[in-house]
């Protein structure tokens, strides 16, 4: 049998590039050789795609991808350039222009298979207030809330705030992931300033009922069959689960599976699946969950294209049900192909 390729697209336009970079590296070592060779995409910061390495046999542990500090000018495409027959994407982005959809309309465009979810799940749920809409009506939990839009009376978020909410309370950029962007407020002056901070990042801002909380992570795999996994806890070490804390200072280890009761685990799997299908999800995502100390449930978010490096949380919960990471790369290529196909069937 013939192999396939697997184009790795990262980098990106996001405040998240260097997640992506991250995730990509992973990928690229743990990929079956049997069945896939590998093709490397960059997409700069200033959003040019750069042609980077490829691979038909698992490369050394010291084989580095392209980054914008080693970026080869000369090497740059057109980005319609990464078709290829028989190949099926991976595209490895992160927050908006990666994670929202536009990257899989362009993909679509192509007619290249690629993991994950598609144009409209992906903005769904790349949106943080958008999702909020989408959960309720499929009455899946979550913490109370307020919106705040780019151009009106900052007095008049903060008073709604105080209406309906109590500090301390999280401000959260719409279209934004792995934590940037997201800071905590104790009164309303930190409060004026969060928005200040997340208005860098969109210009439709969220905030949140802080509660004192458990998180906890749901894994999902599938297209029309859904998988969900085990939970698993990410335990802190510092206040705030932040970026920082996340990807430069490590302060986290994690629990998996969590230490909850089975019936918990059993809520908060079928909320992750009700979540999942509601947006319209495909291929992977998780659900992230808060779990309160008298037993409440709420969804936090949900994330389609979630951190992918070996020790990223994803993977390591896939892991504990029994499916390794290399085989679960060859199974979101199945299912990336496995949607194709039928995308296309329905333009017939």
Not at 1 to 24: C, D, F, N, P, Q
Not at 192 to 197: C, K, M, S, T, V
């Given at each position: 049998?013939?192999?396939?390729?697997?184009?790795?697209?990262?980098?990106?336009?996001?405040?998240?590039?260097?997640?992506?970079?991250?995730?990509?590296e992973s990928v690229m070592r743990a990929v079956d050789y049997d069945k896939f060779s590998v093709k490397t995409y960059f997409i700069t910061k200033s959003g040019d795609f750069i042609?980077?390495?490829?691979?038909?046999?698992?490369?050394?542990?010291d084989e580095k991808l392209m980054t914008n500090e080693t970026v080869v000018p000369s090497q740059a495409i057109k980005p319609s350039d990464i078709y290829q027959e028989n190949a099926i994407v991976f595209p490895v982005l992160h927050g908006p222009?990666?994670?929202?959809?536009?990257?899989?309309?362009?993909?679509?465009?192509?007619?290249?298979?690629?993991?994950?979810?598609?144009?409209?799940?992906?903005s769904v749920a790349m949106d943080k207030i958008t999702t909020k809409h989408v959960l309720e009506s499929a009455g899946v939990?979550?913490?109370?809330?307020?919106?705040?839009?780019e151009g009106q009376a900052q007095s008049e978020a903060i008073a709604r705030a105080n209406q309906k909410l109590t500090y301390p309370v999280f401000v959260k950029p719409a279209n934004m992931g792995s934590s940037v962007g997201?800071?905590?407020?104790?009164?309303?002056?930190?409060?004026?300033?969060?928005?200040?901070?997340?208005?860098?990042?969109?210009s439709r801002?969220?905030?949140?009922?802080?509660?004192?909380?458990?998180?906890?992570?749901?894994?999902?795999?599938?297209n029309s069959q859904?998988?969900?996994?085990?939970?698993?806890?990410?335990?802190?070490?510092?206040?705030?689960?932040?970026?920082?804390?996340?990807?430069?200072?490590?302060?986290?280890?994690?629990?998996?599976?969590?230490?909850?009761?089975e019936e918990v685990m059993d809520k908060m799997r079928g909320y992750a699946e009700t979540a999942f299908r509601a947006i319209g999800g495909c291929g992977l995502s998780r659900c992230d969950f808060f779990l309160t100390e008298d037993g409440e449930i709420f969804l936090n978010e949900l994330n389609t294209m979630p951190g992918f490096t070996q020790w990223s949380m994803y993977p390591l919960l896939w892991e504990n049900m029994g499916l390794s990471y290399k085989d679960l790369i060859s199974e979101?290529?199945?299912?990336a192909q496995e949607m194709f196909d039928k995308r296309e069937s329905h333009l017939l």
């Open positions: 049998m013939s192999k396939k390729t697997l184009i790795l697209l990262y980098g990106g336009r996001s405040a998240e590039h260097e997640v992506s970079a991250l995730s990509a042609k980077t390495q490829e691979f038909t046999s698992q490369p050394s542990q222009m990666g994670e929202d959809g536009s990257i899989q309309g362009f993909l679509e465009v192509l007619r290249l298979p690629y993991v994950g979810t598609n144009v409209l799940s992906s939990p979550q913490v109370a809330y307020v919106t705040y839009m997201i800071s905590k407020a104790d009164n309303d002056g930190e409060l004026a300033d969060a928005l200040d901070l997340a208005l860098k990042y969109d801002i969220l905030i949140e009922q802080g509660v004192v909380a458990r998180e906890i992570e749901v894994g999902i795999l599938g859904v998988k969900t996994t085990q939970p698993g806890e990410v335990v802190k070490d510092v206040a705030f689960y932040d970026y920082k804390a996340k990807y430069i200072d490590n302060k986290i280890s994690m629990d998996i599976p969590a230490k909850v009761p979101l290529a199945g299912l």
